[in-house]
């Protein structure tokens, strides 16, 4: 019986994977939601300008902070009052908190979530504790507007009626950057599930009160009255289904939106990860179908992504800079690690809404909606392109500095298949007269994808193996992932479930999906006891076969999840302190990545530098190691996308970044391959890797002309390690990244704002890659 039931779950298992490669061997819209499937986004999209009734009372000074309470104009409005708070920091940065009132009647059920360890804590000593307010009045309004002082060139000034937040420049007035002036904040609150009775009840209550309510009242009032009767009422609040997944929601919606204005502004960029333009499109307004998508940022395993396309892969970094004439550079930052969704609106979007702005400057217009967290957001303020990147990585953190060696070329394949593979790979390097610093192994090193462990048939001597790459002064790096095979003889996996250390489902028992081992439980690393805990395991006694040499890629950190909603965990499911997977799901895998990084310093070989590649980012990734674009195709279109994507991510703070040089999915041309390697070769993270159905693609394999074009390409990064290595150092202390848009070096030229095909290295270097075959 055990022997039948044995085969049953291993045939089960060649389904689940059969069904999971047939989907994602190429990007299906099906398998992912779009904005009308996502039920917070499709609400936000549908509100109106002016929809916010919210305004700001009992403004003051506590601890150093603006402090304020947001009120529905309406008392009959059902909401209990939010919790507004802006801080001044050194170099023009302010933040803006909003988030329920703990004392509120009632309380709200339980705290929302706030991401933590993503600051750096010396931020905090950089806050200008505020003294005083000074007040004014605009035409038309009931109420004046508080000024707090920013810096000596700019001021923060919150409108109280209606409510919002803006800094402007002192010398001429103008605004820089300002939230809710169009109306459209939203803060869907807490609430424990009401009994058939109460809803009822309230239910009368609220007919009572349309009865006697004024027909003349606002439209946006209206609004926000069916939304709060919706929620009351509505049992789809409480649950949702997607593709056969049901998502529980014990507390109900909790999204928030609002939007952000940028003046002066030509063009915005910025929130990775996306296969499309380095200047982001407009995804709303007059002359764009009904159909468009936002951008959606929420962390995917999304095999052979398409260009072009404003859907989020495998990373998301809620920051957006914008770049104009008119006014120079400024920044935006939401602090939110839930799932988001943003729109930039075109011109004219607001027609028909009867708010004026200042109309006399270009200004950029866009909608920001998470489906949870609190409002922390923070505005920089510039001007120039280096001031806005260097506020922003004062706040999360600059680039780690790497070692010399992981500047250099790294060979990767999926997989070498063996220790005489590995050998003969690194002679014929030599051979050919090719430098490489880095050699890769894949999944099928291990015993059975059982991580920290090898297969002793093909990998029978692994010290020895790296000691020989060691001798010439060569690395290896293995594959670590976080799915954890659920084997009880897996001392990894027993320890796990032993100390609860595993992701929660919603039942509270372990989390059990499906990955590369099959049955799979992951380690919850929000809790720090826990990240301490995986640190350990990269102690040489731990990682037996690990030497001083080796280093480490964390792949399917999303985290990828085959039998999961959209190939991911269940946003029902549950982590540390109670918080639930929707709050903080593109934060797992920052939160891994940074719990290896911290396992290679604490193994304790005397180097404080470690080298470990992530799939998986967030804001503050950049802390612990590179990354890079993820699973690309051996396309032209993929090798010219790859230059937006790796420019974005160095605008956003992710110095240490490449894309796949010959695409990972399908076997280059010739040409393809060569062009490749030679705009590869000027990547920050310059690596060839490719998936074991490919052809082999190392560079000796092309024919003599081309293996002397690919030879030459590595030979100018060697030649160029020391700029590379000054530019690390660079983006280490100051936060500008190592590859740069053309118009962070000339700020003034027009020409270039717009341009995603050229980039500098530093502020010496220009390179223009070719992107279509010309017949080398």
């Known amino acids: 019986m055990k022997a039948q039931m044995k085969n049953l779950n291993l045939l089960l298992l060649l389904l689940l994977f059969s069904l999971h490669l047939t989907s994602v061997l190429s990007w299906k819209k099906d398998e992912f939601r779009n904005c009308n499937q996502t039920p917070f ?69 339980k705290k929302r979530f706030q991401v933590p360890d993503v600051i750096v804590p010396e931020f905090d000593n950089k806050k200008l504790w505020l003294q005083t307010l000074s007040t004014e009045t605009f035409h038309g309004d009931a109420s004046p507007s508080s000024v707090a002082y920013l810096s000596d060139a700019y001021e923060a000034v919150l409108r109280h ?69 919706d929620h009351d009422q509505n049992e789809d609040d409480w649950a949702e289904t997607f593709r056969g997944h049901t998502d529980k929601r014990p507390y109900g919606p909790q999204s928030i939106s609002f939007d952000v204005s940028f003046y002066g502004a030509d063009f915005v ?43 989020g892969l495998y990373g998301s970094i809620p920051f957006m800079i914008s770049h104009g004439k008119s006014y120079g550079t400024s920044g935006f930052f939401w602090l939110n690690a839930a799932e988001m969704q943003i729109d930039v609106l075109s011109a004219g979007w607001d027609a028909d809404s009867g708010i004026s702005l200042p109309s006399d400057r270009t200004r950029i217009d866009t909608f920001w909606m998470s489906e949870a967290g609190i409002v922390d957001t923070f505005f920089f303020v510039g001007p120039g392109p280096k001031d806005v990147v260097r506020q922003y990585t004062s706040v999360t953190g600059t680039p780690a500095m790497p070692q010399h060696f992981a500047t250099a070329y790294h060979q990767c394949r999926w997989n070498y298949r063996d220790e005489e593979d590995v050998d003969q790979v690194d002679s014929k390097f030599d051979e ?92 919850d690393t929000l809790n ?39 190939l ?20 797992y895998g920052y939160y ?57 991510l160095g605008l956003t703070g992710i110095s240490f970044s490449g894309a796949d040089v010959g695409g990972f999915f399908g076997n280059p041309e010739p040409e393809l391959l060569v062009r490749w390697y030679q705009v590869g070769a000027f990547y920050p993270f310059f690596r060839a890797h490719a998936h074991h159905d490919t052809k082999r693609r190392e ?57 995603d095909e050229a980039f500098m290295v530093g502020n010496s270097i220009l390179v223009q890659g070719i992107y279509t075959e010309v017949q080398l």
Not at 193 to 220: C, L, S
Request: with cysteine.
């Open 41 to 109: 986004c499709k609400r936000a999209r549908s509100r109106k300008p002016g929809y916010s009734s919210l305004l700001a009372t009992d403004v003051t000074i506590s601890d150093g902070d603006l402090v304020a309470k947001l009120l529905p104009k309406d008392l009959n409005d059902q909401i209990n009052p939010l919790i507004l708070s802006i801080s001044a920091y050194q170099d023009g940065i302010l933040r803006l908190r909003i988030d329920e009132d703990p004392s509120s009647d009632p309380p709200p059920p």
């Open 161 to 229: 009626d209606p409510f919002e937040v803006y800094v402007r420049d002192k010398s001429n007035g103008n605004r820089v950057i300002s939230l809710n002036s169009h109306g459209l904040f939203d803060f869907e609150q807490l609430r424990a599930k009401k009994t058939k009775n109460e809803q009822q009840n309230e239910g009368d209550h609220h007919q009572d009160q349309d009865q006697n309510q004024d027909q003349d009242q606002d439209e946006a009032h209206d609004q926000a009255q069916d939304h709060n009767h």
């Open 269 to 311: 960029y910025g929130i990775p990860e996306r296969a499309s333009s380095f200047a982001l499109k407009p995804t709303r307004g007059p002359g764009l179908e009904d159909h468009s998508e936002p951008y959606r940022l929420f962390n995917l395993d999304v095999f052979e992504y398409i260009h072009d396309a404003p859907f």
């Open 432 to 523: 050919n007269d090719i430098p490489y610093d880095v050699l890769w192994l894949d999944i099928e090193h291990t015993d059975g994808k059982r991580y920290f462990s090898w297969d002793r048939v093909l990998f029978p001597h692994p010290e020895e193996m790296q000691n020989k790459l060691a001798a010439k002064g060569r690395h290896m790096v293995t594959i670590v992932d976080p799915h954890i095979k659920r084997d009880d003889s897996y001392f990894l996996h027993k320890e796990a479930t032993q100390k609860g250390y595993y992701v929660k489902d919603a039942n509270g028992n372990d989390f059990d999906g499906w990955c590369w081992p099959g049955s799979s439980s992951y380690p």
């Open 528 to 566: 720090p006891v826990i990240r301490s805990w995986w640190a350990d395991k990269f102690s040489y006694d731990n990682y037996v076969g690990s030497t001083p040499s080796l280093y480490i890629w964390n792949d399917m950190n999303e985290p990828s999840v085959f039998n999961g909603p959209e």
């Open 568 to 587: 991911t965990m269940p946003r029902d499911s549950l982590h540390y302190g109670g918080v639930e997977h929707r709050e903080l799901h593109n934060a």
């Open 592 to 648: 891994f990545h940074m719990a290896t990084a911290d396992g290679l310093l604490k193994r304790g070989n005397g180097n404080d530098r470690p080298f470990v590649l992530s799939r998986a980012i967030f804001a503050g990734s950049q802390r612990h190691g590179a990354i890079w674009t993820g699973d690309n195709s051996a396309e032209w279109d993929h090798l010219r996308v790859s230059v937006p994507m790796i420019l974005t």
């Open 699 to 755: 560079p000796w394999l092309f024919g003599e002309r081309n293996t002397e074009l690919i030879r030459d390409a590595i030979h100018v990064r060697y030649m160029l390690l020391p700029y590379f290595y000054t530019l690390f150092r660079e983006a280490n202390t100051s936060g500008v990244p190592v590859v740069r848009p053309l118009w962070m070096e000339f700020p003034s030229e027009e020409a270039t704002f717009n341009n």
